[in-house]
């Protein structure tokens, strides 16, 4: 059974950055998108980034495009989320989600499409 423990949220300013981790235990990520995922106070989850099972496909929200990064390390099991130039409306909890897939190039946003989720980090941008 494929688990997923997020870390790496905390309170920063305007402008900085943070990095998000996702580590998977239980199987292998060879057959699963890894989606990153954000619910602010009042809010509907938000999809904001998505890697392949291969790696070779990347997608994101329009909100974070040019200001986040995901990436992934199968051999650790490991997906990262490199966010940068973070801005107050970037406030939440931050999930990570494998979407099971036969197909390596597939990617998607749609929180419907993922059966595994992480317990959630909480990023607070403030000043």
């Known amino acids: 059974q494929l688990q997923l423990v997020e870390s790496g949220g905390a309170s920063v300013q305007p402008g900085g950055s943070l990095r998000l981790s996702c580590a998977a235990s239980g199987s292998s990520l060879d057959y699963y998108a890894i989606g990153w995922f954000r619910q602010a106070p009042g809010k509907a989850r938000e999809g904001v980034a998505c890697i392949s099972s291969s790696g070779t496909r990347l997608d994101y929200a329009d909100s974070v495009m040019g200001r986040f990064t995901i990436s992934g390390e199968n051999a650790g099991k490991m997906v990262y989320l490199q966010m940068s130039s973070l801005k107050p409306e970037d406030t939440g909890f931050y999930y990570c989600?494998?979407?099971?897939?036969?197909?390596?190039?597939?990617?998607?946003?749609?929180?419907?499409?993922?059966?595994?989720w992480g317990q959630g980090t909480q990023v607070i941008v403030s000043s």
């Open positions: 989600a494998a979407s099971e897939s036969r197909k390596p190039w597939r990617t998607t946003l749609h929180s419907g499409e993922y059966g595994y």
